[in-house]
């Protein structure tokens, strides 16, 4: 399957670890340039599907990637602190397909991204890499080095739960808003402790859920 590709343009170095952590563990193949001129030889280069374009870099401003990557030819994200309507028409009215200001949630930035390479490309990575685990999202199914695992439907979303949220400590309260099924039947507290220890059991040393004690659990 096709991966995205997505440049970066951001000079905040703390923002742009976090931006390419969660977007390379989605799957897609990030460039990250700290600069326009950073930018503008990556664009010459290669091609990308997106573009997220902080709007003030040191040497200029996010718009001039947009006009050196032409019309219709990649999918712009605009970051910026300024959250000025004349500045967001503008940069819908040249093209962009969206404007997140600063500060901005991740998992609102990601399902933006997603949104976008859907709409424009017809495509997005579906595979989440999860220690020796890979996850198809698009079809729900489960493989540890290409041998398929029967995960029941609240297994499977337990361990998507984990997967987006990689690294993260989640406390038991957070894993159950995440487990409605359905029918909208809620998972009780006594019965997440059974979940995780089947899908452990599933799984193997193929994914290490730790216990963090008096706080919850973590995936790394």
Known sequence: ?????????EDDTMIAGGLIYALEQEGYVVSHAKTI??????????????????????????????????PAQTAIIFLTVVDDEGNIVKAFEEGASDYITKPFRLRELMARVKRILLSTTGTETTYIQLGDVKIDTEAAKVQIRDELI????????????FATNKGRILTRE???????????????????????????????????????????????
Do not use: H
């Open 1 to 9: 399957m096709k991966k995205n590709r997505i440049l970066l343009l």
């Open 37 to 70: 001129e950073e930018g503008k030889v990556m664009i010459r280069d290669e091609a990308f599907d997106l573009a997220i374009l902080d709007m003030q870099l040191p040497d200029g401003v996010g718009t001039e990637i947009q006009v050196a990557l032409g």
């Open 150 to 161: 029967d995960l029941t439907a609240l297994e499977y979303k337990l361990l998507l739960t």
């Open 174 to 220: 957070q894993i159950l808003d995440n487990l409605w099924d359905a029918s909208g039947n809620f998972v009780e507290d006594n019965t997440l402790t059974v979940y995780i220890k089947r899908l452990r059991g599933k799984l193997g040393d193929a994914l290490d859920i730790k216990t963090v004690r008096g706080l919850g659990y973590r995936v790394d």
